[in-house]
């Protein structure tokens, strides 16, 4: 990214721009090189300013929220990374919630158990934002974001705002269509029913009691690494393959959870991707399965 065109965000953005920040700095898995420009946008009109950044210059803008789910590579990232965390507006109206994409998922489930409305709770524990469930249609084995979703605001990639029906948009497992669709997710709706306030905290809380056991909490991490392949778990062919514990520098297979792999101390982006790439490929000669990743790569790797 040239000077002038570090200077164009500066003057747009103020303090709400940074630049060579170091994504370890930012991301969950604590890890990743510089990232020529961090922003903060607040309204439409500065999403419009980095749409037309891009178009313009050529400049990748990625969006980002709670810096999971992704790995950045240790060269770092040349483009812009935007987080959503000022969009986060929630409200309902009957059985109708609507949040904006940078709302956390857990506080969108706090704001739901304030009120009184269950639906959400499948969501908790996933360390994200609305914006990124939608994206990858998160969720758990058996129930999705598209199953409760009822429309999509957002602007698409000729700088377009539009506002888009579950039924328009072609939803699969950890898929939506709005990966292609969308430059920038503004806000979703999603359908809730009415239910006792207790038994929503006593669900939550049996579905983290859950997590802690079987999920490696407390190491830096970006949640699980790869999809499930049709017909298989993910975590269960790892573990099969005898990989639980495996290392390569400071990141590892947790033993806990073999679909999770953890930062376990100054482990680079490059030692987490050399790892994916091990299992990926001791899956494939084993079991004639690719496993495909759940985290996005962003920047160069090997």
């Not at 607040?42 to 999971?68: A, P, R, W, Y």
């Not at 669900?203 to 699980?224: C, D, F, N, V, W």
């Amino acid at each position: 990214m040239s000077d002038s065109e570090k200077k164009l965000i500066q003057d747009y953005f103020g303090r709400q721009a940074s630049f060579n920040v170091y994504a370890k700095d930012f991301t969950t898995f604590k890890t990743g090189g510089p990232v020529s420009a961090v922003v903060y946008p607040c309204e439409k009109k500065d999403i419009e300013f980095l749409f037309n950044l891009k178009k313009n210059t050529g400049i990748i803008v990625k969006f980002v929220g709670n810096g999971s789910n992704i790995l950045v590579s240790d060269h770092g990232f040349d483009g812009v990374i935007a987080f959503t965390k000022n969009f986060s507006h929630i409200e309902c109206e009957d059985e109708i919630v609507s949040a904006f994409s940078g709302a956390k998922l857990n506080k969108v489930i706090g704001f739901c158990i304030e009120k009184g409305l269950s639906g959400l709770e499948f969501l908790t524990g996933i360390p994200g934002t609305l914006g990124g469930a939608l994206i990858m249609n998160a969720g758990t084995k058996t129930v999705s974001i598209s199953n409760i979703v009822l429309s999509v605001e957002f602007m698409d990639h000729d700088g377009k705002w539009c506002r888009e029906k579950r039924e328009q948009i072609t939803w699969k497992y950890r898929y939506s269509q709005l990966k292609e669709k969308a430059f920038f997710i503004l806000s979703a709706t999603m359908k809730v029913k009415k239910g006792n306030a207790q038994e929503i905290k006593k669900t939550i809380s049996e579905i983290m009691e859950q997590r802690k056991h079987s999920q490696p909490l407390e190491y830096p991490s970006a949640g699980s690494v790869f999809k499930n392949p049709e017909g298989f778990f993910a975590g269960a062919l790892i573990e099969q393959a005898g990989l639980k514990g495996y290392c390569e520098g400071k990141a590892k297979i947790s033993e806990k959870h073999a679909n999770f792999i953890v930062n376990t101390g100054n482990a680079s982006s490059t030692d987490i991707w050399k790892l994916m790439r091990y299992i990926q490929q001791t899956i494939k000669n084993k079991y004639n399965i690719t496993l495909e990743p759940e985290i996005e790569l962003i920047g160069r790797f090997p």
